[in-house]
């Protein structure tokens, strides 16, 4: 049975509308790269060294990552090699196999969040100004209010002009309250605050968010480092995620913002907004084989419920719904 059989006896028994969210949100994405390789399937009648090279163009070209496409070209050459697949067609559902054991491979990654079932939860939120942090604060806010927790944001952002503001603004859309001081006060300040508020009102979970001045790693550094050591202090073991937002449309940059970063903290795992707006979505696979974190949530689209929890089988769908959708079960 092909992977693509396999993968839509596994669709059609699950009833959730989030592999539509992932065949929807991925849309650019699937008619960049899916297309591209329909193509080339569509003009080779075997599978040779020069079909090989046009392929590992269009999984650079797709933000898959060099030494990630150079593994996967490797482990499709031997995998044709062992089944003794010479018609191209059959390349197709190999390749999105590999996809999934590609992000799979390696030391074991949960997309789970780290949440604690007795007392509070808190998670940091660290990325640049302009990923989608904040947004992405108001989102999970409302996933965890609509699944009953009782969550509180802390304004740490206190360098931005208008951060306080934007984050009040989504409390305020999901009914959730805001700590916050004045515009340039000290962020720690502010977690210290919010975390005694958490606690004298029995709060759930905790989202805060941080500043995200890159071009001067140092001082940002040092910040986050105070931040953390702030929160640790006051709940022993926090904080229990610290969550990069990066921005799937910049591509290779939102790499090299990653490995910053994974230097200046302890990155547990990365939300990946706007995914929906790239056609680079190999990015997903980069990230994960280059810098070894879990991609945790995936923003597919404006609405509120549309920042899903990443799973690396209904990614490969979306990459290649068509296909999945056409294979016979």
């Not at 790499?255 to 990155?267: C, G, H, P």
Request: glycine share 8%; proline share 2%.
């Amino acid at each position: 049975m092909s992977f693509f059989k396999k993968l839509k006896d596994k669709i059609t028994k699950s009833t959730d509308s989030v592999t539509e969210k992932f065949k929807e949100g991925l849309t650019k994405t699937r008619d960049n790269f899916s297309g591209k390789v329909n193509d080339l399937i569509a003009r080779y009648r075997k599978v040779d060294e020069d079909f090989f090279e046009e392929l590992e163009e269009i999984l650079i070209q797709a933000d898959v990552g060099f030494d990630t496409v150079m593994e996967l070209i490797d482990e499709l050459k031997m995998e044709v090699k062992r089944r003794n697949i010479q018609d191209p067609q059959e390349v197709e559902s190999v390749i999105s196999e590999k996809l999934v054991d590609i992000y799979n491979s390696g030391e074991e990654l949960t997309s789970e969040l780290n949440i604690q079932e007795e007392g509070l939860t808190v998670i940091l939120f660290v990325g640049v100004n302009g990923v989608g942090k904040t947004t992405t604060i108001g989102k999970l806010a409302h996933k965890f209010k609509s699944e009953g927790k009782k969550v509180l944001l802390a304004a740490g952002d206190t360098f931005r002009a208008g951060a306080i503001e934007q984050l009040e603004v989504w409390g305020d859309r999901v009914g959730v309250e805001t700590i916050k001081q004045g515009e340039g006060s000290d962020p720690a300040a502010v977690m210290y605050d919010a975390i005694q508020a958490a606690k004298s009102r029995k709060v759930d979970i905790l989202l805060c968010d941080t500043a995200g001045r890159l071009q001067n790693k140092v001082n940002l550094m040092k910040e986050l480092e105070k931040v953390k050591r702030v929160i640790e202090r006051e709940i022993p073991g926090a904080p229990h995620e610290v969550l990069l937002v990066l921005d799937a449309t910049t591509g290779q940059n939102a790499l090299i913002q990653a490995k910053t970063f994974k230097e200046a903290t302890n990155v547990s795992g990365i939300v990946l907004s706007k995914l929906d707006g790239t056609a680079k979505g190999g990015i997903v696979l980069a990230i994960r084989k280059e810098l070894n974190i879990p991609v945790k949530f995936v923003g597919l689209g404006e609405r509120m419920d549309d920042l899903q929890e990443f799973d690396a089988e209904k990614y490969v769908y979306g990459l290649f719904a068509e296909q999945v959708d056409k294979a016979e079960v």
